[in-house]
């Protein structure tokens, strides 16, 4: 089962291209934010309303090299948080998304 991640078009094309990705929240908070497929409108309805396109990252679980924990986060419902750096090998597909 992929888990996705949702990122600003400019943020990608500058780190599109690295060995691993970072979000601001891994230095922010100790973990990159991710969501499951039925969790992702939601998502970018709530946080990303007025970004006009966001680049929506698939990532295969089983290819990370950092810790993956599915823990509470909005509404008490589990979401998928990566603890360290996304290895750009688990990044299956990266999709221009209007919003």
């Not at 888990?3 to 060995?19: F, G, L, N, Q, T």
């Not at 922010?28 to 309303?49: N, P």
């Not at 990252?57 to 419902?77: A, G, M, Q, R, Y």
């Amino acid at each position: 089962m992929l888990i996705y991640h949702v990122v600003m078009p400019k943020v990608w094309e500058k780190r599109k291209a690295d060995s691993f990705y970072e979000a601001d929240s891994l230095e922010a908070e100790g973990f990159i934010h991710c969501s499951y497929a039925d969790q992702l409108d939601g998502v970018i309805e709530r946080y990303y309303a007025d970004a006009g396109e966001v680049v929506v990252l698939s990532i295969d679980p089983n290819k990370l090299t950092s810790t993956l924990v599915s823990e509470p986060s909005t509404n008490d419902e589990p979401y998928p948080h990566i603890y360290g750096p996304i290895n750009t090998d688990a990044i299956i597909e990266a999709v221009a998304r209007p919003v």
